[in-house]
């Protein structure tokens, strides 16, 4: 435990004395495996990308013991010991385990933030964005999958996906586990945070008072404001490398090698033959004998195949990369953005920043897991909703919002504001407590692109998400805005002194009074990330020009070459998309498990091959589970 090394990180806690208590704590819960930083010349299988998904598809390909398996991260071996702390989450954007891109600038938003460029944080390490992230445990609706398939993604409908959600999930909450639609003993631990803000209550009263459900969005229906589950064990961040890779380490066919940056795919032939990256300031080359997976997200798949030469035939020739298969990388990009509106509160109620920093608070999550330390990132509640219906037939929200308590550094640092900006609108708030509401659409019709920069695959790849180019997009973000300032203004946030800042966002003073066109403008003038990449290696039938990977996810055209993460999503799920992107590498593990067979001289090559993850036979209550006076049922 490097305590210095910990104190380095911008945390509100590195000058607290409590500091080392708090991280030998944490340290009981191991949040990374043992790594190795020498490999052999040949493997099975090579998966590029330790994140979400490269990490879960490690874990459960080197259950077979017949073959070998590499995994190559470009990031850390060791995320930070506090990263696991729940609340820290935001205080490790723009360090070591963030890859601290910036979005193009932006042509249909950002007239408000610096160079209309979208801050755009990814995890980088082993774990990849589930270090980073929300940790909400959203799986989306079932009919983003349902679409899937009807539009070629044959074999990725609602019934084909479900197991794998719940082949993952280790849900720690019994009322969840009754409810028919969760499951216990998989990998992936989901909890409900133990922190109840001062916000919370009330803006369920309201909810409740305007006739919304208040229910298990991953159950029968999604619609309504959600009772929030985590992906959190024993109150700590549950990253996929601490839930498939720890169990994972000691397996004699496996070798995880953090620090190891993949500059391209080897192709002979028009088969994916191995790899080339650096590592310890030398360039090396390893062999895949049965396949390569890329593995490593949205926006450095794209750029690791196309530096690989496959991608559009135009844009690889304008680098001078030869082109091996001309293929749509990098279109279909979609993510998730929204646009925050403030709200002060009542003075007594302190600021996140003082929340972290309370010595009675820190000794609370360290002996028991609970209170602020315990929040996801200070998400109190989150809400998927369908324009102005309260409960509308068809259960296909098109919008969602969060209510977060914020820090005034968020404001300054997160979103990017222009410094004029942020000093109009934020600046007579700098000591005040408040809370943030933030509305985004759940399935954009708008679609962008990532494209190389160069031919240095260190360079950052030109992430285009195209914001807001279809109208449609800021309708639903509008919609949820109306939504939010309803809420905060009711009488049961009075209790809490919730009320919109007084201050006026700059440049929209002519719509002040016209809430529709006041919340337009803003949209139109800032938005952030919620960071959900997806698209960019569009996965569904083969025969359609828009597509990259065929539904086993196999890259079109060239032998022993898959692509397995969020980036072979066909459209965006609706909701954050950390357990779909799992629950994809789950799939894709058996779909690769198909094709090995495992002699009994074979199984005793690479020792044992068995998972601790606990057991797949999962039994289910048929009981329906409700919170408060809403349910989960229509």
């Given at each position: 435990?490097?305590?210095?090394?910990?104190?380095?990180y911008?945390?509100?806690?590195?000058?607290?004395?409590?500091?080392?208590?708090?991280?030998?704590?944490?340290?009981?819960n191991?949040?990374?495996?043992?790594?190795?930083d020498?490999?052999?010349?040949?493997?099975?299988y090579?998966?590029?990308?330790?994140g979400?998904?490269?990490?879960?598809l490690?874990?459960?390909?080197?259950?077979?013991?017949?073959?070998?398996?590499?995994?190559l991260?470009?990031?850390?071996?060791?995320?930070?010991?506090?990263?696991?702390?729940?609340?820290?989450?935001?205080?490790?954007?723009?360090?070591?385990?963030d890859?601290?891109f910036?979005?193009?600038?932006?042509r249909?938003?950002?007239?408000?933030i610096?160079n209309?460029?979208?801050?755009?944080?990814?995890g980088?390490?082993?774990?990849?964005s589930?270090?980073?992230?929300?940790?909400a445990?959203?799986?989306?609706?079932?009919?983003?999958?349902?679409?899937?398939?009807?539009?070629?993604?044959?074999?990725?409908?609602?019934?084909?996906?479900?197991?794998?959600?719940?082949?993952?999930?280790?849900?720690?909450?019994?009322?969840?586990?009754?409810n028919g639609?969760?499951?216990?003993?998989?990998?992936m631990?989901?909890?409900?945070?133990?922190y109840?803000?001062?916000?919370?209550?009330?803006?369920?009263?309201?909810?409740?008072?305007?006739?919304?459900?208040?229910l298990?969005?991953n159950?029968?229906r999604?619609?309504?404001?959600?009772?929030?589950q985590?992906?959190?064990?024993?109150?700590?961040?549950?990253?996929?490398?601490?839930?498939?890779?720890?169990?994972?380490?000691?397996?004699?066919?496996?070798?995880i090698?953090?620090?190891?940056?993949?500059?391209?795919?080897?192709?002979?032939?028009?088969?994916?033959v191995?790899?080339?990256?650096?590592?310890q300031?030398?360039?090396?080359?390893?062999?895949?004998?049965?396949e390569?997976?890329?593995?490593?997200?949205?926006?450095?798949?794209?750029?690791?195949?196309?530096?690989s030469?496959?991608g559009?035939?135009?844009?690889?020739?304008?680098?001078?990369?030869?082109?091996?298969?001309?293929l749509?990388v990098?279109?279909?990009?979609?993510?998730?953005?929204?646009?925050?509106?403030?709200?002060?509160?009542?003075?007594?109620?302190?600021t996140?920043?003082?929340?972290?920093?309370n010595?009675?608070?820190?000794?609370?999550?360290?002996?028991?897991r609970?209170?602020?330390?315990?929040?996801?990132?200070?998400?109190s509640?989150?809400a998927?909703?369908?324009?102005?219906?309260v409960s509308?037939?068809?259960?296909?929200?098109?919008h969602?919002?969060?209510?977060?308590?914020a820090s005034?550094?968020y404001?300054?640092?997160?979103?990017?504001?222009?410094?004029?900006?942020?000093?109009?609108?934020?600046?007579?708030?700098?000591n005040?407590?408040f809370?943030?509401?933030?509305?985004?659409?759940?399935?954009?019709?708008?679609?962008?692109?990532?494209?190389?920069?160069?031919?240095?695959?260190?360079?950052?790849?030109?992430?285009?998400?195209?914001?807001?180019q279809?109208?449609?997009?800021?309708?639903s973000?509008?919609?949820?805005?109306?939504?939010c300032?309803r809420i905060a203004?009711?009488?049961?946030?009075?209790?809490v002194?919730?009320?919109?800042?007084?201050t006026?966002?700059?440049?929209?003073?002519?719509?002040?009074?016209?809430?529709d066109?006041?919340f337009?403008?803003i949209?139109?003038?800032?938005?952030?990330?919620?960071?959900?990449?997806?698209?960019?290696?569009?996965?569904?039938?083969?025969?359609?020009?828009?597509?990259?990977?065929?539904?086993?996810?196999?890259?079109?055209g060239?032998?022993?070459?898959?692509?397995?993460?969020?980036?072979?999503?066909?459209?965006?799920?609706?909701?954050?998309?950390?357990a779909?992107?799992?629950?994809?590498?789950?799939?894709?593990?058996?779909?690769?498990?198909e094709?090995?067979?495992?002699?009994?001289?074979?199984?005793?090559?690479?020792?044992?091959?068995?998972?601790?993850?606990?057991?797949?036979?999962?039994?289910?209550?048929?009981?329906?589970?409700?919170?408060?006076?809403?349910?989960?049922?229509?």
């Amino acid at each position: 435990m490097d305590i210095a090394a910990e104190r380095a990180y911008p945390t509100p806690l590195a000058n607290s004395t409590l500091l080392p208590f708090l991280l030998l704590s944490v340290a009981t819960n191991r949040n990374a495996p043992r790594t190795s930083d020498t490999f052999k010349d040949e493997y099975d299988y090579i998966i590029v990308g330790g994140g979400s998904a490269g990490a879960t598809l490690a874990g459960r390909l080197s259950e077979e013991s017949c073959v070998s398996v590499l995994l190559l991260e470009a990031g850390t071996g060791k995320p930070p010991l506090l990263s696991d702390v729940p609340g820290l989450g935001r205080n490790f954007w723009f360090t070591d385990i963030d890859w601290q891109f910036k979005t193009v600038p932006q042509r249909h938003t950002g007239s408000a933030i610096i160079n209309r460029q979208v801050i755009y944080p990814l995890g980088k390490g082993l774990g990849g964005s589930s270090l980073l992230n929300g940790m909400a445990y959203v799986r989306g609706n079932k009919k983003d999958y349902d679409n899937w398939e009807a539009h070629g993604a044959k074999g990725w409908s609602f019934k084909d996906v479900f197991p794998y959600f719940l082949k993952m999930e280790d849900n720690r909450n019994p009322a969840f586990l009754a409810n028919g639609y969760h499951a216990a003993g998989g990998p992936m631990t989901v909890e409900r945070p133990e922190y109840l803000s001062e916000i919370s209550n009330p803006i369920y009263e309201e909810a409740l008072n305007e006739g919304y459900d208040i229910l298990d969005s991953n159950a029968a229906r999604q619609t309504g404001f959600d009772v929030l589950q985590g992906t959190l064990r024993n109150g700590q961040r549950c990253s996929t490398s601490k839930a498939y890779l720890v169990p994972a380490e000691n397996r004699t066919n496996l070798d995880i090698i953090p620090e190891a940056y993949v500059r391209k795919v080897l192709i002979q032939n028009k088969k994916a033959v191995g790899v080339q990256f650096d590592l310890q300031n030398a360039t090396h080359e390893v062999k895949a004998r049965r396949e390569v997976i890329i593995s490593a997200g949205a926006t450095k798949t794209p750029q690791i195949l196309m530096l690989s030469g496959i991608g559009p035939k135009e844009h690889l020739q304008e680098f001078g990369i030869p082109v091996v298969a001309d293929l749509p990388v990098g279109n279909n990009f979609q993510d998730h953005c929204g646009t925050v509106t403030p709200y002060e509160l009542n003075p007594e109620i302190p600021t996140t920043t003082e929340k972290i920093q309370n010595p009675h608070n820190i000794k609370k999550y360290i002996h028991s897991r609970t209170g602020p330390l315990a929040s996801i990132e200070f998400v109190s509640i989150i809400a998927f909703l369908k324009a102005q219906l309260v409960s509308p037939k068809v259960d296909y929200p098109d919008h969602q919002i969060h209510f977060f308590e914020a820090s005034i550094e968020y404001a300054e640092q997160q979103v990017g504001y222009k410094p004029e900006i942020f000093e109009t609108y934020y600046g007579p708030y700098m000591n005040s407590t408040f809370f943030i509401c933030m509305s985004q659409f759940l399935r954009p019709k708008s679609r962008g692109t990532v494209r190389l920069n160069s031919t240095n695959p260190y360079d950052a790849p030109a992430i285009d998400p195209n914001y807001l180019q279809d109208p449609d997009d800021i309708r639903s973000i509008v919609d949820g805005m109306m939504t939010c300032q309803r809420i905060a203004t009711s009488k049961p946030m009075k209790k809490v002194g919730s009320k919109p800042f007084k201050t006026i966002f700059p440049g929209c003073e002519q719509f002040y009074g016209n809430e529709d066109s006041y919340f337009t403008c803003i949209a139109r003038a800032a938005v952030v990330t919620i960071f959900h990449p997806v698209g960019t290696a569009k996965m569904g039938d083969p025969k359609d020009s828009t597509t990259v990977v065929d539904p086993h996810l196999r890259v079109k055209g060239i032998k022993g070459l898959r692509v397995v993460d969020a980036s072979v999503m066909p459209t965006i799920t609706s909701g954050n998309t950390n357990a779909p992107t799992i629950m994809i590498a789950e799939k894709a593990a058996d779909i690769i498990k198909e094709t090995i067979e495992c002699s009994s001289y074979e199984y005793s090559s690479y020792g044992s091959g068995d998972s601790s993850y606990g057991s797949d036979d999962y039994s289910y209550g048929s009981s329906d589970s409700s919170y408060g006076s809403g349910s989960d049922e229509k």
